[in-house]
């Protein structure tokens, strides 16, 4: 059986599809938990009114503690051998538990990944492929996959873009022994980091994974993300998630590799911090500053020291050449345009 878990909060605009997506899958052997995050919208109404419907879906309520508490309540409750995890906002196609099962049986996997689209409303979507063709990681190769969930190297830098896009937790097929004894940290203390740093603890575990070429999933952008608003904790919180992956990579003694890819997400991570930082009620003089005190980090400077600025296309090369020389002018207007 497969549990289903899916944090509610405010959802009630696309709960439904989500519903609908999950309880018409063509594989009928599973079941969906709904993790009601002290929603103060309709989101309870519908939930109720599903639960008349079909018995494969359960609801817990709670008061709200956020996306990681929501999640790691759901995984004590799951029954299934195989775990999903679908945002409430987003939809899968019916026949994703099927293919996921199918691959998981026949290539005796632990994890069981594949390609979504961004549903950016209006009918535009943007594709992610996540590599060129199916692939089986095995033994052999696990850890690269493990690595380039935590950051790109090399001349997987052409495109800084993909950094979150392995990172995940929806748009995978887990086996329940691999994740049980992880838990989703809160996002008060890490900021928007708790798919990767999940991720990362859980693939310690994993000896064989399985990428499947095909869009499955579709992660509808929204106005609740991060990125729609001012963190003011956002610099403090990834400092945080950096040094709580450095201690997994310490731990579990893995290659040198993995601390490149750590430093490439720290510097790739100045594009969120400083969008993040143009979206802030200061005017422009005090927004510049705090780009200025953010890349002149310590952290921060020994990361861009491990990095080759020639893998980066013309206009990445310009930031990052801006950021590597402390140019906090050239990087605010830079992050203004990327912010509109």
């Known amino acids: 059986m497969i549990s289903i878990i899916v944090p ?27 993790v009601n995050d002290g929603s103060p919208d309709k989101s309870n109404s519908i939930l109720s009114d599903y639960l008349k419907r079909d018995q494969r879906l359960k609801v817990i309520t709670q008061d709200n503690r956020g996306i990681a508490s929501a999640r790691n309540r759901a995984i004590k409750e799951a029954q299934g051998e195989w775990i999903m995890f679908v945002d409430s906002d987003d939809w899968i196609e019916l026949t994703t538990c099927e293919r996921a099962m199918n691959l998981a049986k026949d290539s005796k996997v632990d994890v069981v990944l594949w ?11 943007a594709p992610r492929f996540l590599m060129q063709r199916d692939k089986l990681f095995d033994e052999k190769n696990i850890q690269l996959l493990h690595r ?82 001012h963190n003011k904790n956002l610099n403090e919180c990834w400092i945080n998630l950096y040094s709580m992956i450095s201690d997994i990579i310490i731990a579990y003694n893995l290659p040198p590799d993995f601390n490149k890819a750590l430093n490439s997400r720290i510097v790739l991570g100045l594009i969120g911090q400083g969008i993040n930082e143009c979206r802030s009620p200061r005017n422009i003089r005090g927004k510049i500053s705090i780009i200025k005190q953010i890349i002149v980090q310590k952290q921060y400077r020994l990361a861009m020291q491990d990095i080759s600025l020639k893998y980066f296309p013309p206009h990445w090369y310009l930031f990052f050449w801006a950021a590597k020389n402390g140019k906090a002018n050239i990087l605010y207007v830079l992050l203004s345009i990327m912010s509109r």
């Open 8 to 34: 509610v909060y405010n959802a009630e605009c696309c709960l439904s599809a989500c519903l609908d997506s999950l309880l018409g899958q063509t594989y009928c052997n599973i079941e969906v938990i709904c």
């Open 115 to 125: 390609a979504y689209t961004r549903e950016l409303g209006n009918g535009r979507n």
């Open 148 to 229: 380039q969930i935590i950051g790109p190297i090399g001349d997987e830098l052409r495109d800084p873009t993909l950094l979150h896009s392995l990172g995940t937790v929806w748009g995978k097929l887990y086996s329940r022994d691999v994740i049980l004894e992880s838990r989703f940290v809160d996002t008060k203390i890490i900021g928007s980091g708790e798919d990767v740093l999940f991720n990362i603890e859980v693939f310690t575990r994993v000896k064989r994974a399985y990428y499947i070429n095909e869009i499955m999933y579709h992660h509808r952008k929204s106005k609740k993300s991060f990125t729609g608003g």
